[in-house]
């Protein structure tokens, strides 16, 4: 992955985006910092599909991936089936 300085991908966006589609990600740096990285369309929608769970692998998660409030059980008296005559 190539390190681009933020005044460099600005001055030069075109061959910034160019590199991206033929290379892959490239990364930008601020003041010598990773600030943000660059990706192919493809790239993003491949790793948006890997980080949204199926359905299959929630339900057959060890924990729960959200927050439920489930009422307690045993709380609720039933009525009784009334007799048949």
Not at 52 to 71: N, T
Request: aromatic fraction near 6%; charge should be positive; include cysteine.
């Amino acid at each position: 992955m190539n390190a681009w300085s933020v005044q460099d991908a600005k001055a030069r966006f075109s061959e910034f985006l160019d590199t991206c589609i033929a290379e892959g990600p490239q990364l930008v740096t601020k003041r010598g910092a990773n600030a943000a990285v660059l990706v192919p369309v493809l790239e993003w929608e491949r790793l948006q599909r890997v980080a949204r769970p199926s359905l299959k692998e929630l339900l057959l998660a060890p924990s729960p991936y959200g927050d439920l409030d489930l009422p307690a059980r045993g709380g609720v008296r039933r009525r009784l089936p009334e007799a048949l005559d």
